[in-house]
C-alpha cells in the first residue's frame, strides 16, 4: 500500500507563512482574494495547505502582503522545490529553522524526543538554556542570548494547553551528570523534569548508562505525529537542522525510538533516578502510567 505523503515540510512553511504575513497585515482571506483576484476558497486553501503551492500564485500574494524581499526569496525558492521530500537547513546564531519547528510542535498530536547529551529544550528551564547557548557561543549579543532563550521556553507553553500533545521524552543518563550552568541550575533543571513527568500527558524515560549499544547512540532525534499529516523527523546537529519526512527516513527514526524505548527504564524507576541524584525522595507510582 502506498503511503499518503501528505503536503511536503517546504510547501508547509510556505502555507504557514502566508498565513502568518496576512494576519501582520490585519486582512481576511476575502480581502487578499480580491487583492489578487483569486477565489476566498483558494487563499484558505493554500494557507492550510489543502491545495498545491503554484510559484506564481505565490509571488502575487507576496507581492500583494509585500512581504519583504529576503522572505519573498526565500518562500518562492521552498515552493518551486515544494515537492522534493526532507529539508536540510544550515543555521546562523538565529537559527531560521526553529520557529518552524515550533510551529510542527504546536501543530502534532504527539511529540517524541530523544537526547543523548542534553536536557531536551522543551523541558528546559530557563537558567539551563541560557548557561547552555551562552557556553555553546561565546560571540552571541545578550539581547541574541535572551531571543534564543526566549524562543526555546516558548516551546514549553504547548505543554499546558487544554489540547496539548502527547510528549513522550527518553534522556540518556549522561545528560543528568553533565553540569549545565551551577550546582543549583541543575538541581532546578533536575527537580523541573519530576514536575513534568507528574503530567498525564507527559512520559519521562533515561536510558541507562548499563544498557548494551543501541540505536539512540547515533544521535539525538525528534519525531512529530499529527492528525491528518505525516510524521516528520527532525534532527538538529552542530550548526545544521534537518526536516526529514521521506518513508525510509521516518520509518528508519521509528524503528530506533522503539529500540531505544525497549531498553530504558520505567517512567517510575527514572524519576527515582533523578530524586536519587538530587537528594530528593520521590514516590515512583507518582510516575507509573
Sequence with gaps: MTKNKGVSVRQ??????????RLLRKMTCKQVAEGV??????????ETGDRGLYPDDVAAI?????????LRQELMALVRGGEERNWHEVNGKLPPTWKDLIRFEEQASAIKNY??????????IPEYTRAL????????????LEGLVA????????????????????????????????????????RHLLTLGRRSNVT???????????????????????????????VESRGTSSFLEGDDFVDNVKAAWRDIRSIALSTGDSARMIADIIGEPTPAEEYEP
Design 12 to 21: 508547509r512553511r510556505v502555507s504557514g507563512e502566508l498565513r502568518r504575513l
Design 37 to 46: 483576484d483569486f477565489s476566498e476558497s483558494k487563499i484558505s486553501r493554500m
Design 62 to 70: 507576496l507581492g500583494f502582503l509585500q512581504a519583504p524581499s529576503d
Design 115 to 124: 537526547e543523548t547529551l542534553l536536557i531536551p529544550g522543551i523541558a528546559q
Design 133 to 144: 547557548l551562552h557556553g555553546g557561543d561565546h560571540n552571541l549579543t545578550d539581547p541574541e
Design 151 to 190: 524562543a526555546r521556553i516558548k516551546r514549553q507553553l504547548i505543554l499546558s494547553r487544554r489540547d496539548a500533545p502527547a510528549f513522550h521524552v527518553m534522556v540518556d543518563e549522561m545528560a543528568l551528570h553533565r553540569p549545565i550552568g551551577d550546582q543549583e541550575t541543575m538541581r532546578a533543571q533536575l
Design 204 to 234: 519521562f524515560q533515561i536510558v541507562p548508562f548499563s544498557t548494551r549499544a543501541h540505536a539512540g547512540l547515533r544521535g539525538p532525534f525528534v519525531l512529530l505525529e499529527f492528525f491528518n499529516e505525516p510524521t516528520l523527523a527532525h
